[in-house]
């Protein structure tokens, strides 16, 4: 059985990837004739990606990971650092997005293009980044790390309360926010 870390990291991308895709196709149909309901969705999208991807699963991927990993598999380790710099840049990423979304909601369609160009690329590099972790790092965690190497980084993640997930724990602070993507953004996240 695999570790419960590679386990939580698996369904933390596939949550962050229906994520992506939902704010995909919320962009793709636009705003309609519901403008507040639309940039309202977006906004609660952006905020999660900056909140649950950013803050807490990066670090624990980075800080308790990452460096076993490049320790045990000195093959993956180039690849571990361009994924270290991708993190360290991440959060900058996602608020370039909130603020060319607020562009657009406040100062109207001649910033929408501006957003959707640079969502295109955040989305390109994430799912990229999201490939290189589950094809060649997570392979070379499983099949060198110590069993110590993976109590460690079990207990880092075991914390982790994404609040998209279904069937783990999540942290009540968050309950307003998963209700408000999952009632309102389009499938695959939503049921909007």
């Avoid at 649950?52 to 380790?77: I, N, Y």
Wanted: charged share 25%.
């Amino acid at each position: 059985m695999p570790p419960v870390s590679l386990q939580i990291i698996r369904e933390e991308h596939a949550s962050l990837a229906a994520v992506l895709r939902s704010l995909q196709l919320l962009v793709e149909q636009g705003p309609g004739d519901h403008p507040a309901t639309f940039f309202d969705i977006a906004r609660a999208i952006l905020f999660y990606i900056d909140e649950f991807p950013e803050r807490e699963h990066h670090p624990k991927e980075t800080e308790h990971l990452f460096p076993l990993v490049a320790l045990r598999a000195p093959h993956v380790a180039d690849v571990i650092a361009r994924l270290d710099q991708e993190h360290a840049g991440g959060e900058a990423a996602v608020r370039e997005l909130q603020h060319l979304l607020l562009g657009w909601e406040l100062m109207g369609e001649g910033r929408r293009e501006g957003f959707v160009r640079a969502l295109e690329r955040y989305l390109d590099f994430y799912l990229e980044h999201m490939r290189l972790e589950e094809t060649l790092v997570l392979p070379a965690a499983q099949a060198h790390l110590a069993p110590e190497d993976w109590a460690a980084v079990d207990a880092a993640f075991a914390t982790n309360s994404n609040p998209l997930s279904q069937g783990r724990p999540r942290d009540p602070a968050y309950d307003r926010l998963f209700t408000r993507i999952v009632m309102r953004a389009p499938s695959p996240l939503g049921k909007g």
